[in-house]
């Protein structure tokens, strides 16, 4: 996805959409993701962070957020269980939406790009479970117009094996034997979204 909005072939992103949510067991509460104390916050930090991430990759910064936290369902004190959290840059434009949830009774991966010459959809996510099915990439160009008005069918990729964390620790190695500031997950990166995440929770 990214080297594709990299490469300008779609044009500049519009917006992008992401929701994030899981079946939550009993056997959940028992683990360090019920206590305020050790997570920090619920679902948000839990999963949405990861979201979160995506959106700041893909788009750059924001500095307009808004956001609604609410703890109708399980009711742990400190320990959200659905975020809806909006975002805009001024500097560009984009916006994106966020929602982060554990009351979603079935796991949900979903990210959605929308450029001004087409769209990036990914559904589901590789996990050791497999529980938010395959991953599957559609590509949607609509520059390819055909003379009856049409457009080409979305191109599809899967991706069937995770090698994201060997090029994040590769990465991260490589910046330490050479001496060279990290491309992917610094310091500065985790501040900016903390800050994000800080906003959303109404703390700044």
Same mark, same amino acid.
């Given at each position: 996805m990214k080297g594709i909005v990299e490469s300008g072939e779609l044009g500049r992103i519009l917006w992008m959409r992401g929701s994030y949510g899981k079946e939550v067991e /009993?056997?959940?509460f028992g683990g360090w993701r019920a206590k305020k104390e050790l997570a920090g916050g619920g679902i948000m930090l839990d999963q949405g962070?990861? &979201?979160l991430d995506l959106f700041l990759y893909l788009g750059g910064g924001f500095d307009e957020? /808004? %956001?609604m936290v609410s703890n109708l369902y399980?009711?742990? @004190?400190?320990? @959200?269980?659905n975020v809806f959290a909006n975002f805009r840059s001024s500097a560009s434009g984009i916006c994106a939406s966020l929602h982060s949830t554990m009351t979603q009774w079935r796991h949900l991966f979903s990210l959605e790009v929308f450029l001004e010459d087409? %769209?990036?959809?990914?559904?589901?996510?590789?996990?050791?479970?497999?529980?938010y099915g395959d991953e599957d990439l559609a590509i949607k160009r609509n520059r390819k117009r055909h003379v009856d008005g049409t457009f080409d069918n979305e191109e599809h990729r899967l991706y069937h094996t995770d090698r994201s964390w060997n090029y994040e620790v590769a990465q991260f190695f490589h910046s330490i034997e050479c001496g060279t500031r990290p491309t992917l997950g610094s310091s500065e990166d985790a501040v900016a979204? &903390?800050?994000?995440v800080d906003r959303i929770y109404g703390r700044a």
């Open positions: /009993q056997r959940v962070i990861h &979201m957020v /808004q %956001a399980w009711k742990i @004190e400190g320990v @959200e269980d087409g %769209a990036l959809v990914l559904n589901g996510l590789k996990t050791p479970s497999g529980s979204i &903390m800050r994000l």
